[in-house]
């Protein structure tokens, strides 16, 4: 119940196109969902995130779609560049009872110039 | 502001030698962590607190342990160090209040022979 399940592991996109990247959660109790951009040898940083009020958010080039009955959400990167090249985490958090923040597994995606 | 940082950012250790990693935060957070980042298992939590002089378990805290003798520093310590405790390591902080964003150092990548 506590797992975030991340997909795909890997994925190759060309410059231009669409990323698409989706995770799966058990724990209706998460009401905090960000998503993590990491580059080599670089910790984590935060790059968009959403709550479970609202079904989209959009930053830029970056947009989460979450679907709440689903226990889904998935983060969009539209127009992908080279510079996006990293490995992505979603997560999943809750403010309720005991501390919990879990991460996916993550995604390392590579854009082809 | 520096943020998180992080020392050693490299160690290697023997089989059962001991070591201590340690955490620093410019900016005056509540709350600390210590994650491990393995290939294809993401980022799992350690242990962490929410104030000084204050810590709790996280998922994978066994063979570990830390102390939060000051606000702005978080100590991780490996008493008996294993191979299988061969991970990136990285602390992370967050204010009290908006707690849900987590500020990350650069990690520390330690291999144990």
Redesign the interface.
């Known amino acids: 119940q506590q797992q975030v399940k991340?997909s795909p592991?890997s994925l190759i996109v060309q410059k231009g196109g669409i990323s698409i990247i989706n995770c799966a959660y058990e724990n209706t109790a998460f009401d905090?969902f960000?998503w993590?951009q990491q580059f080599p040898?670089?910790?984590?940083?935060?790059l968009i995130?959403i709550r479970p009020d609202v079904s989209e958010k959009k930053e830029g080039r970056f947009t989460i779609s979450f679907n709440k009955s689903a226990k889904q959400f998935s983060l969009h990167i539209m127009d992908s560049q080279p510079g996006d090249s990293a490995t992505y985490?979603c997560a999943a958090?809750t403010?309720a009872g005991t501390?919990k923040?879990i991460?996916?597994?993550?995604t390392r995606l590579k854009v082809l110039a | 502001n520096a943020g998180v940082t992080q020392t050693p950012k490299f160690r290697v250790l023997k089989t059962g030698q001991s070591m201590t990693l340690l955490c620093a935060q410019d900016m005056n957070h509540e709350y600390m962590y210590w994650y491990r980042q393995d290939p294809g298992m993401g980022l799992r939590l350690i242990h962490y607190s929410v104030g000084e002089g204050t810590t709790a378990k996280g998922e994978v805290p066994d063979g570990y342990n830390v102390s939060r003798l000051k606000k702005q520093n978080f100590l991780l310590g490996l008493e008996s160090a294993a191979p299988s405790q061969t991970s990136v390591y990285f602390c992370a902080s967050s204010q009290q209040d908006i707690w849900e964003k987590l500020f990350f150092g650069s990690g520390t990548q330690l291999s144990v022979l």
């Open positions: 991340q592991q905090y960000p993590y040898g670089k910790g984590p940083a935060l995130a985490f958090s403010t501390y923040y991460f996916g597994t993550g």
